[in-house]
Protein backbone atom coordinates (compact mmCIF):
# COMPACT_ATOMS: atom_id res chain seq x y z
CA UNK A 1 0.00 0.00 0.00
CA UNK A 2 1.35 3.45 -1.27
CA UNK A 3 2.47 5.54 1.91
CA UNK A 4 1.39 9.25 2.71
CA UNK A 5 2.26 11.35 -0.22
CA UNK A 6 2.86 15.34 -0.28
CA UNK A 7 3.30 17.87 -2.67
CA UNK A 8 5.86 20.13 -3.00
CA UNK A 9 8.54 18.70 -1.46
CA UNK A 10 10.11 22.24 -1.93
CA UNK A 11 8.62 25.40 -1.88
CA UNK A 12 10.54 29.00 -2.07
CA UNK A 13 8.20 31.78 -1.74
CA UNK A 14 8.36 35.89 -0.89
CA UNK A 15 6.37 36.89 2.03
CA UNK A 16 2.86 38.55 1.49
CA UNK A 17 2.58 35.57 -0.83
CA UNK A 18 0.13 32.60 -0.17
CA UNK A 19 0.61 28.97 -0.60
CA UNK A 20 -1.24 26.05 -0.90
CA UNK A 21 0.40 22.55 0.19
CA UNK A 22 -1.50 19.00 -1.00
CA UNK A 23 -1.67 16.16 1.35
CA UNK A 24 -2.87 12.44 -0.58
CA UNK A 25 -3.53 9.80 2.96
CA UNK A 26 -3.16 6.09 2.95
CA UNK A 27 -5.90 4.39 0.56
CA UNK A 28 -8.38 3.93 2.75
CA UNK A 29 -7.60 6.79 5.93
CA UNK A 30 -9.95 9.27 6.49
CA UNK A 31 -8.37 11.09 8.53
CA UNK A 32 -5.49 13.71 8.12
CA UNK A 33 -3.95 15.96 10.27
CA UNK A 34 -1.77 18.82 9.56
CA UNK A 35 1.88 20.27 11.41
CA UNK A 36 4.03 22.04 11.51
CA UNK A 37 8.04 21.67 12.43
CA UNK A 38 10.24 24.49 13.34
CA UNK A 39 13.86 24.36 14.93
CA UNK A 40 12.73 26.92 17.59
CA UNK A 41 8.87 25.35 18.30
CA UNK A 42 9.39 22.02 17.65
CA UNK A 43 6.19 20.17 15.87
CA UNK A 44 3.55 21.71 16.47
CA UNK A 45 -0.27 20.43 15.47
CA UNK A 46 -2.10 22.74 13.03
CA UNK A 47 -5.38 20.92 12.55
CA UNK A 48 -7.64 17.72 11.08
CA UNK A 49 -9.85 16.82 9.12
CA UNK A 50 -12.07 13.93 9.00
CA UNK A 51 -14.48 13.25 6.12
CA UNK A 52 -13.92 17.06 4.86
CA UNK A 53 -14.66 18.45 8.05
CA UNK A 54 -12.33 20.00 10.53
CA UNK A 55 -12.11 18.21 13.51
CA UNK A 56 -9.63 20.01 15.45
CA UNK A 57 -7.79 22.97 15.38
CA UNK A 58 -4.34 23.98 16.76
CA UNK A 59 -3.07 27.68 18.60
CA UNK A 60 -2.16 28.89 14.64
CA UNK A 61 -3.75 31.98 13.48
CA UNK A 62 -6.45 32.32 10.82
CA UNK A 63 -3.96 32.72 8.14
CA UNK A 64 -3.57 29.11 8.44
CA UNK A 65 -6.90 26.97 6.51
CA UNK A 66 -7.41 23.51 5.34
CA UNK A 67 -9.91 21.71 3.41
CA UNK A 68 -10.10 18.19 3.08
CA UNK A 69 -12.06 16.78 -0.19
CA UNK A 70 -14.19 13.49 -0.72
CA UNK A 71 -11.69 11.35 -1.31
CA UNK A 72 -9.50 12.26 1.82
CA UNK A 73 -6.60 14.35 0.18
CA UNK A 74 -6.73 17.58 1.99
CA UNK A 75 -4.94 21.00 1.07
CA UNK A 76 -3.80 23.82 3.10
CA UNK A 77 -3.34 26.87 2.24
CA UNK A 78 -0.77 29.76 4.06
CA UNK A 79 -2.15 33.72 3.38
CA UNK A 80 0.08 36.70 3.52
CA UNK A 81 3.20 34.78 4.51
CA UNK A 82 5.43 35.90 7.11
CA UNK A 83 8.74 34.87 7.45
CA UNK A 84 8.03 33.01 10.33
CA UNK A 85 6.06 30.63 8.20
CA UNK A 86 9.60 29.11 6.94
CA UNK A 87 8.80 25.53 8.08
CA UNK A 88 8.72 21.56 7.41
CA UNK A 89 4.94 21.02 7.16
CA UNK A 90 4.22 17.53 7.43
CA UNK A 91 0.90 15.37 7.03
CA UNK A 92 -0.12 12.38 8.94
CA UNK A 93 -3.15 10.34 7.88
CA UNK A 94 -4.88 7.40 9.81
CA UNK A 95 -8.07 5.29 9.77
CA UNK A 96 -10.21 7.15 12.04
CA UNK A 97 -12.77 4.13 11.76
CA UNK A 98 -15.74 5.22 14.02
CA UNK A 99 -14.49 8.35 15.40
CA UNK A 100 -12.48 6.99 18.21
CA UNK A 101 -8.91 7.85 18.66
CA UNK A 102 -7.45 4.13 18.42
CA UNK A 103 -5.13 4.29 15.33
CA UNK A 104 -1.81 5.66 14.34
CA UNK A 105 -1.11 8.97 12.17
CA UNK A 106 1.89 7.75 9.53
CA UNK A 107 3.19 10.56 8.09
CA UNK A 108 4.21 11.86 5.06
CA UNK A 109 7.97 13.13 3.79
CA UNK A 110 6.93 16.75 4.49
CA UNK A 111 7.12 20.09 2.15
CA UNK A 112 9.82 22.20 3.02
CA UNK A 113 8.34 26.07 2.82
CA UNK A 114 10.84 28.80 2.40
CA UNK A 115 9.84 32.40 3.12
CA UNK A 116 11.97 34.87 1.78
CA UNK B 1 -3.22 20.50 29.05
CA UNK B 2 -0.12 17.54 28.00
CA UNK B 3 2.84 18.10 27.88
CA UNK B 4 5.73 15.60 26.69
CA UNK B 5 9.75 16.18 27.58
CA UNK B 6 12.65 14.82 26.56
CA UNK B 7 15.26 16.54 28.43
CA UNK B 8 18.27 15.04 26.51
CA UNK B 9 18.61 16.82 23.31
CA UNK B 10 21.40 14.73 22.08
CA UNK B 11 22.85 10.89 23.03
CA UNK B 12 25.41 9.43 21.19
CA UNK B 13 25.81 4.94 21.44
CA UNK B 14 28.58 2.47 19.76
CA UNK B 15 27.36 0.72 17.33
CA UNK B 16 26.01 -3.26 18.81
CA UNK B 17 25.58 -1.41 22.41
CA UNK B 18 22.47 -0.51 23.97
CA UNK B 19 21.31 3.08 24.81
CA UNK B 20 18.37 4.28 26.34
CA UNK B 21 16.01 7.62 25.38
CA UNK B 22 14.21 8.92 28.05
CA UNK B 23 10.97 10.74 27.91
CA UNK B 24 8.18 12.10 30.58
CA UNK B 25 5.08 13.41 29.82
CA UNK B 26 2.37 14.85 31.80
CA UNK B 27 -1.44 14.32 31.63
CA UNK B 28 -5.03 14.04 34.21
CA UNK B 29 -6.07 11.43 31.34
CA UNK B 30 -6.50 7.64 32.44
CA UNK B 31 -6.40 6.33 28.73
CA UNK B 32 -3.63 7.52 26.46
CA UNK B 33 -1.42 6.49 23.97
CA UNK B 34 2.42 6.97 23.68
CA UNK B 35 4.59 6.71 20.59
CA UNK B 36 8.33 6.94 19.73
CA UNK B 37 8.13 8.26 15.80
CA UNK B 38 11.91 8.36 14.33
CA UNK B 39 12.97 11.26 12.21
CA UNK B 40 15.91 10.36 10.20
CA UNK B 41 17.78 12.82 7.98
CA UNK B 42 15.23 12.39 5.32
CA UNK B 43 12.69 14.31 7.17
CA UNK B 44 10.61 11.39 6.79
CA UNK B 45 8.73 10.58 10.56
CA UNK B 46 8.22 6.72 11.04
CA UNK B 47 6.81 5.28 13.75
CA UNK B 48 9.01 3.33 16.03
CA UNK B 49 6.74 2.13 18.66
CA UNK B 50 3.34 2.09 20.22
CA UNK B 51 2.15 1.57 23.89
CA UNK B 52 -1.25 1.61 25.21
CA UNK B 53 -1.63 3.18 28.66
CA UNK B 54 -3.66 0.54 29.83
CA UNK B 55 -1.61 -2.29 29.28
CA UNK B 56 0.53 -2.91 31.62
CA UNK B 57 3.35 -5.05 29.44
CA UNK B 58 6.16 -3.17 27.82
CA UNK B 59 5.82 -3.09 23.73
CA UNK B 60 8.66 -4.13 21.68
CA UNK B 61 9.33 -4.41 18.08
CA UNK B 62 12.47 -6.50 17.40
CA UNK B 63 15.45 -4.43 19.13
CA UNK B 64 13.03 -1.63 20.31
CA UNK B 65 11.62 -1.73 23.49
CA UNK B 66 10.05 0.51 25.97
CA UNK B 67 9.72 0.94 29.51
CA UNK B 68 6.59 2.81 30.55
CA UNK B 69 6.00 3.60 33.96
CA UNK B 70 2.39 5.00 34.57
CA UNK B 71 2.98 6.19 38.08
CA UNK B 72 5.93 7.74 37.27
CA UNK B 73 4.52 9.40 33.56
CA UNK B 74 8.22 8.11 32.34
CA UNK B 75 8.22 6.64 28.89
CA UNK B 76 11.95 5.68 28.20
CA UNK B 77 12.44 4.14 24.89
CA UNK B 78 15.52 0.88 24.61
CA UNK B 79 17.37 0.31 21.37
CA UNK B 80 19.63 -2.69 21.56
CA UNK B 81 22.40 -3.87 18.98
CA UNK B 82 22.12 -0.47 17.80
CA UNK B 83 22.70 -0.23 13.97
CA UNK B 84 24.20 3.10 12.05
CA UNK B 85 20.88 3.10 10.52
CA UNK B 86 19.68 3.93 13.57
CA UNK B 87 20.85 7.82 13.72
CA UNK B 88 18.52 10.12 13.75
CA UNK B 89 16.20 12.30 15.70
CA UNK B 90 13.32 10.62 18.26
CA UNK B 91 10.51 12.09 18.90
CA UNK B 92 8.42 10.77 22.09
CA UNK B 93 4.27 11.58 21.49
CA UNK B 94 1.54 11.57 23.84
CA UNK B 95 -2.37 11.19 22.38
CA UNK B 96 -5.47 11.13 23.82
CA UNK B 97 -7.30 8.03 23.77
CA UNK B 98 -10.90 9.38 24.15
CA UNK B 99 -12.64 11.93 22.76
CA UNK B 100 -12.58 13.18 18.93
CA UNK B 101 -9.66 15.32 19.33
CA UNK B 102 -6.73 13.17 18.31
CA UNK B 103 -3.56 15.52 18.04
CA UNK B 104 -0.26 14.29 18.64
CA UNK B 105 1.40 16.39 21.72
CA UNK B 106 5.39 15.71 20.36
CA UNK B 107 8.73 16.28 22.71
CA UNK B 108 11.37 18.48 21.42
CA UNK B 109 13.17 15.22 20.26
CA UNK B 110 16.41 13.44 20.52
CA UNK B 111 19.33 13.80 18.33
CA UNK B 112 20.81 10.23 18.41
CA UNK B 113 24.09 9.46 16.65
CA UNK B 114 25.83 6.23 16.32
CA UNK B 115 29.78 5.61 16.53
CA UNK B 116 30.61 2.90 14.01
Known amino acids: KAGVTQTPRYLIKTRGQQVTLSCSPISGHRSVSWYQQTPGQGLQFLFE???????NKGNFPGRFSGRQFSNSRSEMNVSTLELGDSALYLCASSLRDGGTSTDTQYFGPGTRLTVL | AQTVTQSQPEMSVQEAETVTLSCTYD???????LFWYKQPPSRQMILVIR??????QNATENRFSVNFQKAAKSFSLKISDSQLGDAAMYFCAYRRATGANSKLTFGKGITLSVRP
Open chain 2, 51 to 56: QEAYKQ
Open chain 1, 49 to 55: YFSETQR
Open chain 2, 27 to 33: TSESDYY
